[in-house]
C-alpha cells in the first residue's frame, strides 16, 4: 500500500479523447473539455504515481467514504 | 495565600513537593500532581473567567477535557498559549496563568454590562441585528465585537518548540486506559498482539481512580496500576499517557497528540513540546468512558455549580474540596457516590435528588451515614453572582412540571448530575451510524464501517463487571484474529455496588414570575430560551439550530451541552430524541496546538531547497537569492552598496553591450527517445516538428485541451529518435506529467520514452554582442561562427575536456547560446566562462536582469502565460499549424477565443517616461470614469528598460492589435496610483530580430 500523497489526480477516467484530425461537433467537444459529473459514489478516476514510478492508473474510488475498490493499469480497459 | 481547601491527606497528589506559581498576577503554592484548576481550586480561587457573550462570572464545571469554562492564557518558559483548559493542565514550577474573556480585569469586567442588557441579546442577535446599515460592521460592529468577545490571544512571535510527526502502525489502538481500556489491552497483549493504549490524562486508570470498587481483591486504583505496568513491561506494548487520540480518519488511520512537555517548566533538551502520531490500526478499540451530564437549572452557570463527578475526582485525586457546605442535586446514584466521599471527609451535604423512592446498595450506604437526602427535589435556581451563596429549591410534582414552595438553603457549591453521555466522538467520526439508546437518554454507537469496536461506558454499559467482561473478551477475541494465538486471561473477581435507575428528568421548569437564565450551553452562553426562540423563528434542523445559537459550536463543541440542547428540541417539537439527531461530530475531539499540525515543516524545511551545481560560486560573489518554486536563484549580484534595481540595470545593461552569463539549470529539462518522437512533438505543440533536422532546435507552444496555453520552450533533435526537450522552470513538472498522460492513455501506440533530466544538465546562458567571442574562446576546436553554428543551431562541443551541449537559442533578445555540461562539471564551466570572459567584461546576471531582457523585447514569460492566455494574446498564433491537429487546437475555434477585439499583448510607456507601473494594474480609457471603471486590461511585467532608459511594461490588452499608439491610464487602486501611458508594440527592443540571427 502506497501513501495517497504520492498521487496526483487526474480526473475521470472514462473520458475518452477525440481522435485527432477527425472533426469534432461543439457539443462532442464541450463535453470531453468541461462537462464531467460531479458523482457522489462510486467514480472511475484517473491518477498518477508522481512521486513514484510515474504511472497513470486508473482507480475505482468512492467519492464520499474514499473507498478504493478497484485498480487499473492505464492500458486496461474499464468494465462498467 | 493558604491551602485552605485542601484536605490534611488523601489524593494521589506528591505532598512533598510544593509548587509555586501565579494566577492573575497573585502568587500560589500547589502540590505536585496538581492541575491549575485543583490548585486554585485548593487557594479557594473559583473565579476564573468571564463568558464569551454576558461575561458572567465563571468558575469551574469539570475536572478534564469536557470543560467549558476554565480557560486561560497560560504563559511557560517566555511564550504564552491561548484558550488552555486549567483542568487539563499540570501544574509546574513557576506557571503563570490569566484570565481570558475580561477586560479590564475578571473581578470587575465592562463586558458584565452584556449581562443587564441579556434581554437584548438573544439567539442570532449578531445575525439580526449588526446586518446593517452594512457600512457599519467594518468600523464599529466589528472592532467592537472583537475587542469584547473573543478567547485567548495567540502569540505573534515565532515558536521556538519543537514539534514532532510520527508514523506507527499497530493490530490494536486502544483509546483510553479505563476499565474497559485496560481490560482489552490486557487480554490482546498476552495474544501476543501489538498493542498501542493511548490515555489522554497524565494519570492511567479512568473512573477506576475515583471509584469504590473492588477487582481481584484490590481497589480499583491498585488493580489499574498493576496492569498498567505488566503492559509497560510487554515488548508488543506501547502505553503512552497524556496522549489524546482526536481524529479516526479514512482506512483505519488515527490520530494522537502526544503533550511530551506541556506539564513541565520548559521543553528538556532536545525533546519536543509535542507529538502528532499518525497511526494505522487494524482494529480500534475506543474505551474513552462517559461524560456526567448537567441538570439545567436557574443560573446554572454560577461559579461553585459543577459536575459532581469533577467534585469527586477533586476530593479523590487531589484531596481537593470544592466548598464545604456542598448541595448534590441529582437524578441517579452517582450523585450519593460524591455525597459520600464529602461525608467520609467530615463535609456534611445535602442530597436533592428528583427521583421519588429510588433505592439501592449506593443510596442505602448514604443512608446508614446520615446524609440529608431530599427526595423529589430540585434546585430552582443558584443565587450569589461570582461564588453560589445558596440555592433555592423546591419539592417537585411527580409528572415533574409543578414547583412547590421555595425554600432557600445555604452551599457554597452545586454539584450536579444528570447521568451519563457516553463519548461517541471517535465511533462517529468513523463514519458508525450512532443509535439512540433509550435506557441511558444517550446516542451509543451503532453499525461499525471500520475496523472499531466501543467499549464499556462509551458504549452505554455502566456496571463494571460487564464492562470488564466484554472488553477481556473483545480484546482476547480481536487480537486472536490477528495473531492466531489464545492465551486466555482469568477474569478476576469483582465487586461494586448495585445502582438504581436513573430519573429522565434533565431540566428544572421556571417558578412563576422568574425569568433565570438556565444555560445549556456554557462555554458560548446559550439558554433554554435561546433554542425557544429559535425554534419559534422556525429553525427546524439540528445543524440550523446548532448554528443560529451557536449551542455545542464553541471549543469544547458541546461536550456537556449537546444532550441536553436535543432534549430541549424534541420536546417543543414534540419528537422523539433520535427524530432529532445529533449534530456531526469532526475532528478534533479537543483543541490541538497548530505547531502540532504543522510539525517540523515550518521555515525553510517546510519545502526543500534545490540548489544549481554553481550555487557556491553565486554565495561567494554576493548574489541576493530569489525562490523561484523550490529553487534558490540568484537575483541579482550585489556589487558595493547598490540595491536591486541598480544592480540589475548594470547586469541587463552589459548583457546589452558586452556579454553576461546566467545560471539556466533550473529551467524544466526532458529527455525524449524513441522512433516515434517527433510524432509526439508534432502532436503535442502547436507548430510542425516533423521536418526538424538533426542538429537544430525548435521554439514550441503547447496547449491544453482548452486552448490556453500550457508551457513554452525549445526543443533540440539531438539524434535521429532523441530529443532535449526545456521547459519554463515553473511549469517542468506538469509538462512531463501532460506528455506522460498522452503517451500512457491516449496514444499508447506510440513508442517513446520521456524522462526528466532537469537535474542532470547545469545550464549557462551567455548572452550579448560579444557572446560568440567568447563561446570561441572556450570551444577553441569548435566551429561557432555564424554558419557554424546558426540561430537555433546545435553542437556538441569539448568545454576543456568536458563534453558540452551548445544551443544557440536566445530569451534576450541578443546574440545568444546555452551551455549544459553534466551536472558534476557545472561549476567547472561556470569558472572557465567567467574565467575566459573577463577580456570581453563579463558579468554574472540574475534573474531580475534576466526579466529585464525578455520584457523589453516582448518575449512572454509565466506571467503571460498565466494559464488564462491563448496563443493569440500572446502573439504566437504564428506558431499555430493550419495543416495538422495538436492538443488543444479545436479549442481555439471558440467564439470568444475569434472575437475580433480578443486581448493581445501590448507594451507600454508611461507618458512622462519616468514613472514606472505597477504589475498587476488595470488599464484604463477614462481614469475618472464612474465605478466600476471599465477594465481594458492588465499589466503583467513591468521593467526599466535598459535599451531605452524608461519604464517599460507588457501587458495584455483588449483589442490589442488596435491599440498600438492609444493613449491610456494605468490605475492601481492598491498603489493608488494613475499614470498616463501610451499603447506601444510588445517588442521594445530590435523589433525584426536582427541581433539573435547576427
Excluded at chain 2, 486502544?174 to 490486557?186: H, N, R
Excluded at chain 2, 477487582?215 to 499517557?241: R, Y
Excluded at chain 2, 461499525?448 to 473483545?474: R, V, W
Amino acid at each position: 500500500m502506497r501513501s495517497q500523497n504520492e498521487f496526483s489526480y487526474g480526473g475521470d477516467a472514462s473520458i475518452k479523447r477525440p481522435e485527432l484530425g477527425k472533426d469534432v461537433s461543439d457539443k462532442d467537444w464541450d463535453n470531453f473539455v468541461y462537462n464531467r459529473k460531479s458523482l457522489r459514489g462510486k467514480h472511475w478516476e484517473l491518477w498518477q504515481h508522481v512521486s513514484g514510478c510515474r504511472q497513470w492508473i486508473k482507480v475505482e474510488r468512492d467519492t464520499s467514504t474514499h473507498e478504493i475498490f478497484n485498480t487499473l493499469k492505464a492500458n486496461e480497459e474499464i468494465s462498467l | 495565600m493558604t491551602q485552605s481547601f485542601r484536605l490534611e491527606s488523601g489524593g494521589l497528589i506528591n505532598r512533598d513537593k510544593k509548587i509555586s506559581f501565579k494566577f492573575n498576577g497573585k502568587n500560589y503554592f500547589g502540590f505536585e500532581g496538581d492541575t491549575l484548576a485543583s490548585a486554585l481550586i485548593a487557594n479557594g480561587v473559583h473565579l476564573i473567567g468571564r463568558s464569551f457573550k454576558y461575561h458572567r462570572p465563571r468558575g469551574f464545571f469539570g475536572a478534564g477535557v469536557d470543560e467549558p469554562y476554565a480557560i486561560v492564557q497560560l504563559y511557560r518558559n517566555g511564550e504564552t498559549e491561548p484558550n488552555i483548559k486549567a483542568t487539563e493542565q499540570e501544574l509546574f514550577e513557576g506557571l503563570e496563568a490569566k484570565s481570558v474573556n475580561c477586560w479590564p480585569s475578571v473581578n470587575f469586567d465592562v463586558g458584565a454590562i452584556n449581562n443587564l442588557l441579556k434581554i437584548f441579546l438573544p439567539a442570532g442577535f449578531y445575525y439580526k441585528t449588526f446586518m446593517w446599515p452594512k457600512s457599519f460592521w467594518y468600523k464599529i460592529y466589528e472592532p467592537f465585537i472583537r475587542k469584547a468577545a473573543g478567547l485567548g490571544t495567540a502569540s505573534i512571535k515565532h515558536d521556538k518548540e519543537r514539534y514532532e510527526h510520527k508514523y506507527e502502525y499497530c493490530d490494536l489502538l486502544i483509546t483510553g486506559s479505563g476499565p474497559s481500556g485496560l481490560a482489552s489491552a490486557y487480554s490482546a497483549a498476552k495474544n501476543g498482539a501489538k498493542v498501542i493504549l493511548a490515555e489522554d490524562k497524565s494519570r492511567f486508570g479512568g473512573t477506576l481512580l475515583t471509584s469504590e470498587v473492588n477487582i481481584g481483591n484490590q481497589s480499583g486504583k491498585e488493580w489499574a496500576d498493576s496492569i498498567i505496568s505488566e503492559l509497560k513491561e510487554m515488548p508488543n506494548v506501547t502505553v503512552k499517557n497524556r496522549s489524546q487520540v482526536f481524529g479516526y480518519y479514512d482506512h483505519n488511520m488515527l490520530v494522537m497528540s502526544e503533550r511530551i512537555s506541556d506539564h513541565l517548566p520548559k521543553t528538556k533538551k532536545f525533546h519536543p513540546k509535542q507529538r502528532l502520531w499518525y497511526i494505522r490500526a487494524k482494529e480500534v478499540l475506543i474505551s474513552s468512558g462517559s461524560i456526567e451530564r448537567p441538570i439545567v437549572f436557574g443560573n446554572n452557570d454560577t461559579p461553585g455549580v459543577m459536575l459532581s463527578s469533577a467534585a469527586k475526582e477533586y476530593l479523590k485525586v487531589y484531596g481537593v474540596l470544592v466548598g464545604k457546605k456542598p448541595l448534590v442535586f441529582t437524578n441517579n446514584d452517582s450523585g450519593y457516590e460524591t455525597a459520600i466521599e464529602f461525608k467520609k471527609n467530615g463535609i456534611d451535604p445535602i442530597i436533592l435528588d428528583t427521583r421519588k423512592e429510588p433505592q439501592s446498595e449506593i443510596i442505602e450506604e448514604a443512608k446508614n451515614m446520615n446524609i440529608n437526602i431530599k427526595n423529589s427535589y430540585v434546585v430552582v435556581a443558584a443565587k450569589g453572582y461570582k461564588k453560589v451563596k445558596s440555592a433555592d429549591i423546591a419539592k417537585i410534582s411527580d409528572d415533574k412540571e409543578k414547583l412547590g414552595s421555595i425554600e432557600n438553603i445555604e452551599c457554597d457549591c452545586i454539584c450536579v448530575s444528570g447521568f451519563w453521555t457516553p463519548t461517541i466522538h471517535l465511533a462517529s467520526q468513523s463514519g458508525n451510524k450512532t443509535k439512540f439508546n433509550k435506557d441511558i437518554d444517550a446516542f451509543v454507537p451503532g453499525i461499525s464501517k471500520q475496523n472499531e469496536k466501543t467499549l464499556g461506558a462509551a458504549n452505554g454499559i455502566y456496571t463494571l463487571e460487564e464492562t470488564l467482561k466484554d472488553s477481556f473478551e473483545k480484546g482476547n477475541l480481536l487480537s486472536k484474529k490477528i495473531t492466531n494465538n489464545e492465551n486466555k486471561v482469568s477474569f478476576p473477581n469483582v465487586v461494586e455496588k448495585k445502582s438504581a435507575v436513573h430519573d429522565k428528568f434533565w431540566c428544572v421548569p421556571l417558578p412563576k414570575g422568574k425569568n433565570y437564565k438556565r444555560f445549556l450551553d456554557f462555554q458560548n452562553d446559550v439558554a433554554v430560551s435561546d433554542i425557544e426562540i429559535a425554534l419559534k423563528e422556525g429553525y427546524r434542523s439540528i445543524e440550523h439550530v446548532k448554528r443560529y445559537t451557536t449551542l455545542g459550536m464553541a471549543t469544547d463543541q458541546g461536550k456537556t451541552s449537546n444532550l441536553n440542547g436535543l432534549q430541549l428540541v424534541s420536546k417543543i417539537e414534540n419528537k422523539v430524541v433520535p427524530a432529532v439527531g445529533h449534530t456531526t461530530f469532526r475532528p478534533p475531539y479537543s483543541p490541538i496546538s497548530i505547531g502540532a499540525i504543522v510539525g517540523r515543516e515550518v521555515g525553510k524545511h517546510s519545502k526543500p531547497t534545490r540548489k544549481s551545481p554553481m550555487h557556491s560560486w553565486h554565495e561567494k560573489n554576493n548574489a541576493v537569492f530569489v525562490d523561484a518554486g523550490v529553487w534558490l536563484r540568484p537575483r541579482y549580484y550585489k556589487q558595493g552598496k547598490e540595491n536591486l534595481f541598480e544592480a540589475s540595470k548594470r547586469e541587463a545593461k552589459n548583457v546589452r553591450t558586452n556579454v553576461g552569463v546566467c545560471d539556466v539549470t533550473t529551467l524544466g529539462k526532458i529527455d525524449i527517445k524513441g522512433p516515434d518522437a517527433a510524432e509526439l512533438l508534432n502532436r503535442v505543440y502547436t507548430n510542425a516538428w516533423l521536418k526538424l533536422p538533426v542538429g537544430k532546435a525548435r521554439y514550441g507552444v503547447m496547449l491544453r485541451e482548452d486552448g490556453i496555453v500550457l508551457d513554452d520552450g525549445t526543443t533540440t533533435r539531438i539524434s535521429e529518435n532523441h530529443y532535449h526537450m526545456t521547459t519554463t522552470t515553473a511549469q517542468a513538472a506538469n509538462v512531463l506529467s501532460h506528455l506522460e498522460y498522452y503517451l500512457q492513455l491516449v496514444w499508447p501506440e506510440l513508442n517513446v520514452n520521456v524522462v526528466s533530466t532537469t537535474e542532470q544538465w547545469a545550464g549557462a546562458a551567455i548572452a550579448g554582442p560579444k557572446s560568440r567571442d567568447l563561446l570561441q574562446k572556450l570551444f577553441p576546436n569548435s566551429d561557432v561562427s555564424n554558419e557554424g553554428l546558426p540561430f537555433m543551431g546545435y553542437l556538441e562541443g569539448d568545454l576543456f575536456g568536458v563534453k558540452a551541449r551548445i544551443f544557440r537559442i536566445s530569451f534576450s533578445g541578443e546574440l545568444a547560446y546555452e551551455v549544459n555540461v553534466e551536472s558534476d562539471n557545472g561549476n567547472f564551466m561556470w569558472e572557465k566562462i567567467i574565467e575566459f570572459g573577463q577580456e570581453f567584461k563579463i558579468q554574472p546576471y540574475g534573474t531580475e536582469a534576466l526579466s529585464t531582457l525578455r520584457i523589453e523585447m516582448g518575449h512572454v514569460a509565466g506571467s503571460e502565460l498565466d494559464g488564462r492566455t491563448i496563443p493569440y494574446d500572446n502573439s504566437l498564433e504564428g506558431l499555430l499549424s493550419k495543416k495538422k491537429d495538436f492538443i488543444g487546437k479545436r479549442s481555439l475555434t471558440r467564439e470568444a477565443f475569434t472575437a475580433e477585439d480578443r486581448q493581445k499583448i501590448v507594451g507600454v510607456v508611461p507618458l512622462d517616461k519616468k514613472t514606472s507601473i505597477p504589475e498587476g494594474s488595470h488599464l484604463v480609457k477614462d481614469s475618472n470614469a464612474p465605478l466600476p471603471n471599465p477594465k481594458l486590461g492588465y499589466i503583467s511585467a513591468s521593467c526599466w528598460s535598459v535599451e531605452h532608459d524608461n519604464p517599460f511594461s507588457l501587458a495584455i490588452l483588449k483589442d490589442g492589435k488596435n491599440m498600438i499608439g492609444e493613449k491610456l491610464f494605468v490605475m492601481s487602486p492598491l498603489k493608488n496610483k494613475v499614470i498616463p501611458v501610451q499603447i506601444v508594440s510588445s517588442h521594445y527592443v530590435d523589433p525584426k530580430g536582427e541581433r539573435v540571427r547576427s
